[in-house]
């Protein structure tokens, strides 16, 4: 070790500086590492002085830097150092990306596991729609079979009703015809002179009081105690028949003789073809009610508790 005093350096010999060089063999360096010591003794308390010195101090220490950096081997070092560092930073980067990537396929991972389950739900979801819509399939041929069935047996029952009908229709105005008959020939015979006068107004009412039949049974249908619709209807055949005769007689004169002689004739026919379609409909009434006739339409419960 070399030690050099120096106490000229200041104007105030009471500072005392000291420069020592230390050479070490194990040091990193190829050249000695020299090192600056500087005791400093000062016993004013001067503000000027103090300032001086580290002004001094400062120019010693920025020139001895300056020194240390602008030699080669330093530089190197210097320029090691730095690229070192760029190399720490790089890595750094390559780390937080990799980490970042790792991230990202956890995360795609998750994603997949998700996607993996719910492709699993969706097969599921699509075998029981699957099994749903073969089971609707099924149901709808059965309905199909079903249907056309009853759809047959409708056909044959609506075929079947409706000679069923028909065939009451017929019995109604039979009966009808045969009452109304009945009740008409007391006045068909005040009527007449001889037997072939009497073919035709029997015929008349014959045919009448068939149509009435016909009429009463669709018209009364299963409102069997309705007296107004039963009388109603057996009036309007009553009046209409009954003003036909009137129409058939002789012309109507302007003069006072003619419409009273009109007058009692018309109310004459109109109540005796009442009486006529009354008893009829009396009639067709009884039978309903003895169920010797069925009303509009058939009751099929009826007709099998009749059966029995």
């Known amino acids: ?11 105030y010999p009471k500072i005392h500086f000291t420069k020592r060089f230390n050479i070490s063999g194990t040091a990193p360096f190829s050249r000695p590492v020299k090192y600056l010591t500087i005791n400093c003794i000062n016993s004013s308390q001067n503000g000027e002085t103090t300032k001086n010195l580290k002004d001094a101090l400062t120019g010693m220490v920025d020139e001895k830097v ?4 602008n030699r080669e081997e330093n530089k190197v070092l210097l320029d090691g150092l730095e690229k070192a560092t760029q190399r720490v930073e790089m890595a750094k980067k390559e780390l937080a990306e ?22 699993s739900e969706i097969a599921e ?8 819509r073969a089971m609707i399939e099924e149901a709808e041929r059965s309905l199909n079979v079903g249907g056309d069935a009853r759809r047959r047996d409708a056909t044959d029952g609506d075929e079947v009703t409706r000679d069923e009908e028909r065939v009451e229709s017929i019995k109604a105005a039979s ?34 009081c068939a149509l009435f039949g016909v009429t009463f049974r669709y018209a009364v249908r299963r409102d069997l105690d309705n007296f107004q619709l039963k009388s109603g209807t057996s009036a309007a055949f009553g009046v209409v028949k009954g003003l036909a005769t009137l129409g058939g007689g002789p ?23 009442l009486l006529i ?32």
């Open 125 to 132: 979801c699509q075998k029981d729609i699957l099994e749903a």
């Open 66 to 69: 300056e020194e240390l950096l």
């Open 175 to 208: 009966l009808s015809a045969i009452v109304g008959t009945l009740a008409g020939l007391p006045i068909s015979l005040s009527r007449i002179t001889s037997s072939s006068e009497l073919i035709l107004p029997l015929s008349i009412t014959f045919i009448s």
């Open 251 to 273: 012309p109507l004169e302007l003069d006072a003789a003619s419409f009273w002689s009109h007058a009692v004739d018309g109310a004459v026919y109109v109540s005796e073809n």
């Open 277 to 308: 379609f009354l008893f009829a409909g009396v009639g067709l009434d009884l039978c309903f009610k003895l169920r010797i006739l069925s009303p509009f339409p058939i009751d099929r419960s009826i007709s099998e508790t009749d059966k029995i």
């Open 98 to 119: 990799i980490a970042r990537q790792e991230l990202e396929a956890k995360l795609l991972k998750d994603y997949i596991t998700q996607l993996e389950t719910r492709a």
């Open 1 to 11: 070790m070399k030690t050099t005093s120096i106490t000229s350096l200041l104007p």
